[in-house]
Structure formats: C-alpha cells, structure tokens
C-alpha cells in the first residue's frame, strides 16, 4: 500500500474515530472499528472511489452497525449493565465540539438515551446532529431514501429531547462552581443542601464500581441525595477497594463537569454531572477499570488542578 493512501486513510482517522465512539460508546470497539476500515481500505480498488471520505465514512459506519446488531452487543446491552465509556477534555475521539449540537451529541447523558434507538435511528441521528450530514449524504452511507433519513432523524430527536429535561447550556465557571457546592455538601453529610442542588427531575446511573449484575439507578432528589450522601461517605472498605485514600478532582468528561477520584495517578471512579439552571440535573457514576482505561491514559499526560480534596 502506498504512503499516499496511507497518509490520505490517516488524515482522517481522527473523524472515523469520533463518529464509531459516538455510533457505538466504547472508545476500544471505536478503536476496533476503525482498524478494521483500515484493512477494508488497504484492500480496496482506490482508482474506483471517487471521494475517499464518503466512502470510508460509509464504511465505519456500516461496521458500526453490525456491531451493534451483533448477538453479543444486544446481549450486553439488554443486560441492563451497559455504560458508554468516559473520555477526558482533549482526547481526539470526542471529535467536533463547536457547536452544541456536536456537544450535546458525546455526552454521557445523550449515549446512554441512544441506546433506546434502534441501529439504524442511532447512525442518523449521530451522522445528521454531530457531523452535519445531509439526509441525501446520510441516505448514500445507509443505503436508505432521503424521506426514511428524515423520519429516522425525526424519530430519534423526540426520543432523545424527551428524556433530557434541561434547560441552555451551563457556563463552564458556573456548573464547575455548583460541582464544587456539590461536592462539598456530599462529603460534609448536608443532605439536605444536596436536596436544594437538584433539579426536581434528577436522575442518577451508576455502574457500582463494577460489582454488582445490573446498573443502579435513582429518581426523585431525595433518592438521589441519599445515594450520593452513601457513596461519598469515606470509609475504610472504599479505601481498600480504591487502593488508598483518593484525592478528588474536577475535570471535564465527555463535554460535562466530573468529579474524578485519584489514587497514585490512578483515575479510580468518575462522576460526571449536568447542570442546568444552577442545579444538577444528572449524574453518571462509572467505577468499573475496564471502562476507566483509555481516560486514564488521557489521565497521566493530563496536567491536573490542584484536588478540591487532598486525601478522601
């Protein structure tokens, strides 16, 4: 294979990748994804692909999809223990992020909703909000007609908007300072000043660190709020679990605040907020190591704040 097609498939990697993280939401089946387009492209008739991007676009795409379709995704998927995978501010895989839409569309918050569509409502919905694809270029990619790109888009949109119950975009200085409250309320056991920091429709998803069958999940501030007090409430057994004595800082994830806990510049737990109005309106807490890897090598070539809290 020839420096120039190699050099023409590498200029956009970085795209390919951004768009198979948010089809599939997992940064490694991503990475997977992208490789196997790789392959796809050394082995292809390159004199016959008159525009190289529409095609390799098509390409993760379509590979994308039978991921997601395969017995083993659904599988995972239904099992109810399924979360999309953290990125840190900077990693190249969270792609565009110049406009809200493309923000909108990596957020944790967003990923997890997409997995109430179907493969194919997931592909248009991503292509059409994150990467401004016409439905006339999204029906070339899926081979479907124009009218079924705007239905699907359509479809996808309500799903998605009806289950989000914010307001605007918070002020990054802002949602860090309501973070800080937060954090400070949680640790300190004022559950009641955790109550007053969540919006009346709050909800919370956690992985439980990886140890239990299915994801847990809260509704209603007073739930919420007890379930933070719990699990920012330090003990010895959490220590041991985490290796040591955390420190807490906050950094973005996947376009949000998070609150991430630190152990000898190990990433050992991620909470990652939405903030809206000044109050919380979702968490996201991930735990599990296999989910925390590509964040934390992100992680060591990151230069940290100083931890809101030093030793937890």
């Known amino acids: 294979m020839e420096g120039a097609a190699i050099d023409r498939f590498e200029a956009g990697r970085g795209r390919l990748a951004s768009l ?5 939401g997992s940064a490694a089946d991503a990475e997977d994804a992208v490789q196997d387009a790789f392959l796809r492209w050394q082995a292809a008739d390159r004199e016959r692909i008159a525009v190289p991007e529409a095609w390799l676009t098509k390409v993760v795409t379509n590979l994308c999809l039978d991921r997601l379709r395969s017995a083993q995704a659904r599988h995972e998927r239904a099992a109810g223990v399924w979360l999309p995978e953290p990125l ?56 479907i007609s124009e009218s079924a790109s705007q239905q699907h888009v359509h479809r996808a949109r309500t799903r998605v908007t009806a289950e989000r119950h914010r307001g605007g975009e918070a002020d990054p200085a802002s949602a860090r300072r309501v973070v800080e ?57 959490k220590r041991r679990l985490a290796g040591g004595s955390p420190a807490m800082h906050i950094a973005w994830v996947n376009g949000s ?56």
Not at 20 to 24: D, G, P, Q, S
Not at 97 to 109: I, K, Q
Not at 191 to 204: F, K, M, S
Not at 262 to 272: H, K, L, Q, S
Request: glycine fraction near 6%; aromatic fraction near 6%; charged fraction near 25%.
């Open 181 to 237: 409250e937060f954090l400070a309320a949680a640790t300190s056991g004022r559950t009641e000043r955790l109550v007053a920091l969540l919006t009346d429709d709050v909800t919370a998803v956690s992985d439980g660190a990886g140890l239990g069958r299915r994801l847990l999940r809260f509704r209603t501030r007073e739930r919420v709020a007890s379930f933070v007090r719990a699990g920012f409430r330090p003990t010895e057994a």
């Open 88 to 143: 840190l501010e900077g990693d190249p895989m969270l792609g565009p992020a110049d406009s809200f839409e493309r923000r909108e569309s990596v957020s944790l918050a967003v990923l997890l909703l997409m997995e109430r569509l179907s493969p194919v409502e997931r592909a248009v919905y991503v292509l059409r909000e994150a990467f401004s694809y016409s439905h006339a270029e999204i029906a070339g990619i899926l081979d």
């Open 20 to 24: 198979a993280y948010r089809l599939l």
């Open 257 to 312: 605040p998070a609150v991430l806990a630190v152990v000898d510049d190990r990433v050992v737990g991620v909470v990652a907020f939405e903030v809206s109005e000044g109050r919380v309106s979702s968490l996201h807490g991930i735990a599990a190591a296999a989910r925390l890897s590509r964040l934390n090598e992100s992680w060591r070539r990151h230069e940290p704040d100083a931890p809101v809290i030093s030793a937890w």
